[in-house]
């Protein structure tokens, strides 16, 4: 099939890669030239394990083209996705000028039947607010139809080639043939292709993310209710996983969730239900319990040091919210970074992926170090913010010589209690006992 993807941030790059690795032609439009320059000349914008190999193949096989005309990609193709920013406004509510600016030129340049599918999470209405958009300016028949996106970060590319289902809100019969169709590669192993009307599709999104986000926070609260009774969180994890009720999944405790999903969509269901007068406490509670729980270790690290981290030095292990991405959105380790800073504190920080876009926001308040062990010179602690495979098995003996003291404050529960015993650590977690 020929489509187009408009927009080629995280969500529409991997969508307009993984179209084109199954035959498709697809165009990205973009009016950033520099992006698309770059990525014209082979050069890919994002970190997405797994995405490099197919985004060359694909561009070099011209299944995939870039370009800043945005008539040139309309006219190209019959499928058109929108894969546009929605940023929260101020009351956290999804701006969807990105959406509806680009859905008013749409009208005026489809000259015969195209579906326009909303990839972006949006609130419940946008397709008919599209609709509208479009229909201002449109001479010819098209639908209008919501296709959520369920991509994880750092599994990006395995999420949208074996989706777990695959969710489309259409009244179309024409649409949701079509549609079908077009993801009929991606679900021969059985997963379900899910059709549903519009509002049920768009509010799908948001509710599976919060639900994510609220099994998150629970976990954590349960956490930090272990260290006041004495109980150990992953023993407790364990036997809430065994339930098939529950499952396993999204109930590891840490330092909170951050990233471009959770945070946003989690406000902006809060925003989307109180325009409906209705007050939805649960993510409210979610939302506060998260905002606390970025900062849980700095308590323990201040009462570790009687109070004053003044003149100390920190070394820091991860600045992405999550493992496998370079995204800092929401992360954690701002907010540690920022604590510790105004607590008179020096940092030097370390992430295989993450530096760059850390050193754009934070720039040379902290330092950052060219690998995890050289980033531990001098440091009377680690902080553990991000959960990296490297980070799992290190050379604790170097660690050791590397630091100033045995000190460790882990925020996602990485090491071993009896290990670290053994060891002769200072080493703190969440929701577990305290070494040393």
Known sequence: MKITIVGTGYVGLVTGTCFAETGNQVVCVDIDEAKIKKLSSGEITIYEPGLAKLFERNLNDNRLSFTTDLAKGITASDIIFL????????????????????????????????????????????????REAIARNARCEFDVVSNPEFLREGVAVEDFMKPDRVVIGTHSEKARKIMGELYEPYVRQGNPVLFMDE????????????FLAAKISFMNEIANLCEKLGADVDMVRRGMGSDGRIGKRFLFAGIGYGGSCFPKDVHALVNSSNQADYDFQILKAVMEVNRLQKTYLIPKILDYYSGDIKGKHFALWGLAFKPNTDDIREAPALYIIDALLEAGATVT???????ENVRQVVGEKIAYGPNEYDSLKDAD?????TEWSLFRTPDFARIESEMKAKVIFDGRNLFNLDTMEGLGYHYESVGRRVIG
């Open 381 to 385: 602690a680690l902080i553990i913010a």
């Open 83 to 130: 894969a546009l920013p929605t940023p929260p406004g101020e009351d956290g509510y999804a701006d969807l000028s990105y959406v509806l600016r680009v859905a008013d030129q749409i009208g005026g340049l489809i000259d015969k039947y195209k579906i326009i599918v909303n990839k972006s999470t949006v609130p419940v209405g946008t397709v008919q607010k599209v």
């Open 199 to 210: 509002a049920s599709s768009e509010l799908t999104k948001y509710a599976a993310n919060s």
């Open 349 to 355: 920080a370390f992430d295989p992926e993450a530096m």
